[in-house]
């Protein structure tokens, strides 16, 4: 398969163009259609994937890993603390080593620049498991369960509640390229960051997409179509909880909060949640949840970024 996204690493959304992303997410439609009539192509036949974490996770390994030997390849899990990488080797040993023996790398490493260390050094494509600030693969399940439910992404309206978290950041920079407003609302000493926003406004001057970030919670529901929540607390913030929780609870996402927005509105969450925090359990398990569907689009969208970055 040749595209323009072929041999390159997967770190960020901004690296991308719109066609590109567009190529992903056509690309996912596809593998999707095949796999639910049972048809599992080896695109990636004998192709090896490293899977590095230095944290749990359960959509982001299973997906990778089942989804390349769906491909007909293999999947190496390399768990906390199983291999060398910047003690005891250094990042830039282990991609040359890496790169002998894998076609492509996925991580999630708590350092975004310890993982763009490794991807400057490989030689093989590395795809980004999640950062401390940027969750790009989850963006792009995010985007394609939307474009599943509406069918189409023309004048959506994304609504986004509580901190400026990695699936945050992702998710407005790739509305920002698609043409997809995009609402941030939250107390103002959570809004996303002139390091992120500034290179989303720009993106949305060239896309005619809106990006806004309010606390004013009526004004941000009126015509939502997708409404989306992450923790309200992350490694490192344990000693903010108190002070995090009183400042979110005002944005937890409720039905009375969802019946505020668009009337065919999604609820949308990374996962894991905590439920009764962030989000009710009627939502979570209301008509408006899209939540399975998109923890499930993560293997088909990670397949088509698989697909395109590691094809021969
Ligand atoms: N949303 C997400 O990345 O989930 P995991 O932490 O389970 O991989």
Request: glycine content about 6%; hydrophobic content about 40%; charged content about 25%.
């Amino acid at each position: 398969m040749k595209t323009s996204v072929k041999g390159r690493n997967f770190m960020h959304i901004n690296d991308f163009t719109r066609e590109e992303l567009m190529l992903i997410l056509e690309t996912t439609r596809e593998l999707k259609l095949e796999s639910q009539r049972g048809l599992f192509p080896r695109y990636l036949e004998h192709k090896a994937l490293g899977l590095i974490f230095d944290q749990p996770s359960t959509r982001t390994r299973i997906s990778f890993e089942l989804g390349i030997q769906q491909l007909g390849g293999y999947a190496l899990y390399l768990k906390p603390g199983e291999i060398h990488l910047g003690k005891k080797e250094s990042i830039y040993d282990t991609a040359k080593v890496l790169s002998r023996y894998l076609d492509g790398i996925m991580i999630r490493w708590n350092n975004r620049k310890e993982m763009q260390a490794l991807a400057d050094a490989a030689e093989v494509p590395v795809i980004n498991g999640m950062t401390e600030d940027n969750h790009p693969c989850q963006a792009l399940a995010d985007v394609y369960t939307m474009m599943e439910r509406f069918g189409s992404l023309e004048g959506k309206k994304v609504l986004f509640f509580g901190d400026r978290t990695q699936p945050a950041h992702s998710l407005a920079m790739l509305c920002s390229i698609l043409g997809i407003d995009y609402v941030q609302c939250a107390p103002k000493p959570y809004h996303i960051l002139s390091e992120w926003s500034e290179p989303i406004l720009e993106n949305c001057r060239r896309s005619g997409a809106s990006f806004t970030q309010t606390d004013d919670i009526e004004k941000a529901t009126r015509g939502a179509h997708m409404v989306y929540t992450d923790v309200w607390w992350w490694i490192g913030q344990e000693h903010e909880v108190e002070e995090r929780r009183k400042a979110f609870w005002p944005y937890r996402v409720t039905e009375d909060l969802l019946a505020a927005c668009d009337k065919d509105v999604i609820f949308e969450h990374c996962l894991p949640a905590t439920r009764g925090l962030e989000v009710t359990d009627e939502v979570m398990d209301g008509p408006h949840s899209a939540i399975f569907d998109q923890a499930e689009n993560r293997i088909h969208t990670e397949k088509a970024v698989m697909v395109l970055t590691m094809s021969p």
